[in-house]
């Protein structure tokens, strides 16, 4: 089968429509996964043990299952019980829990990265607990986090098809249904491949200047 380029811009309406959604599940899932990813970090770290142990077996319990059951349960199981989520909520919602268990492991070395003289600094100045952590413990921990975060976030993007399982029209999904509706699968699948590749390297490059620019920071 000969490439196309007719077709390729035929179709190439309806990938960009896919590529946006597959865009906004990436940066939506990653808001989720950042703000729990932190309050999973705070909970096995701050509250009373039983609900720290609570916690850590619920972020063990999500990273030992595959995301792709994870979804399945939100969009498939869930109604069953009258809970009905609309298909791209429960992708951004899989995504973002699914994630932020990794990403708490990343807040947690961050926060303990703190140097201890710091928490005792903020009690000394009379700063309760919840200023301590808005005032000077998250404002150290967080910058030296950012690289291994946009990793994660990277690797969220690459994850999004897993979505066309749950009939989000993401980019994968509707590359699925053009070349199922077309019998022709070398165009819209090799510029599946050329999207994510594209973003993957910026993102990359992006990545690869914060991690120098932290390094630097961390050396002085």
């Not at 007719?6 to 597959?22: A, D, R, S």
């Not at 939506?28 to 701050?46: K, N, S, Y």
Request: avoid cysteine; charged fraction near 15%.
């Amino acid at each position: 089968m000969e490439w196309d380029w007719n077709f390729v811009w035929q179709i190439m309406p309806t990938l960009l429509q896919g590529f946006k959604i597959t865009i906004v599940a990436t940066v939506l899932g990653a808001m989720v996964a950042i703000v729990i990813g932190l309050v999973f970090a705070v909970l096995r770290m701050t509250a009373p043990k039983p609900i720290a142990q609570v916690t850590g077996f619920i972020v063990e319990f999500i990273r030992g299952t595959p995301l792709l059951v994870q979804l399945y349960f939100l969009f498939f199981v869930l109604p069953d019980i009258g809970i009905r989520l609309p298909a791209l909520v429960a992708g951004v919602i899989g995504l973002g829990i699914h994630y932020g268990t990794y990403i708490a492991e990343v807040y947690r070395a961050g926060i303990e990265n703190v140097p201890r003289g710091q928490w005792e600094a903020a009690k000394a100045t009379n700063l309760t607990t919840r200023q301590a952590w808005i005032h000077v413990i998250l404002p150290q921990a967080i910058p030296p986090m950012i690289p291994a975060l946009a990793n994660y976030m990277i690797a969220m993007f690459k994850e999004t098809p897993l979505l066309s399982a749950i009939t989000v029209l993401e980019l994968m999904n509707q590359a699925k249904s053009i070349a199922n509706s077309n019998y022709r699968y070398i165009e819209p699948m090799t510029l599946v491949g050329v999207f994510f590749l594209v973003i993957s390297l910026i993102s990359v490059f992006f990545l690869r200047r914060l991690e120098a620019r932290y390094s630097r920071v961390d050396e002085r």
